[in-house]
């Protein structure tokens, strides 16, 4: 699978921006999907999931009421809308594919996941 994200760019705090993963190669539908950011200087962070049917999705604490996460499985796309953006929130974003068990809720670990994307840089300003 490839994963191309795209959708970021310098935003105010309190902005919106919509990030979008288009996938080639295989179906998105027949995977679990996440996003990630990594901010500089730190670790990657898990942000969000979704599974394949798009029926449950799932958020860490730091986004969980501002970002939602969504998918197109007849585009092979998912998406990852950004409200009330916050400097914290200023990162690299990465989509992946989940390779993991379902029951491995909520698919927050990156070594879970399969096919990555070339991530698309988010930047928040004060």
């Known amino acids: 699978v490839q994963l191309q994200a795209s959708g970021g760019g310098l935003v105010q705090t309190g902005g919106s921006l919509r990030l979008s993963c288009a996938a080639s190669?295989?179906?998105?539908?027949?995977?679990?999907m996440g996003w990630f950011r990594q901010a500089p200087g730190k670790e990657r962070e898990f942000v969000a999931a979704?599974?394949?049917?798009?029926?449950?999705?799932y958020y860490s604490h730091p986004v969980r009421g501002r970002f939602t996460i969504s998918r197109d499985n007849v585009h092979n796309m998912v998406f990852l809308q950004m409200n009330n953006l916050e400097p914290q929130d200023t990162a690299l974003y990465y989509c992946a594919t989940y390779g993991g068990r379902d029951s491995d809720l909520p698919f927050g670990q990156d070594h879970d996941y399969d096919y990555w994307g070339q991530g698309t840089l988010v930047t928040v300003s004060s």
């Open positions: 979704i599974r394949r049917a798009g029926t449950y999705k």
């Open positions: 190669g295989r179906t998105l539908s027949n995977y679990n």
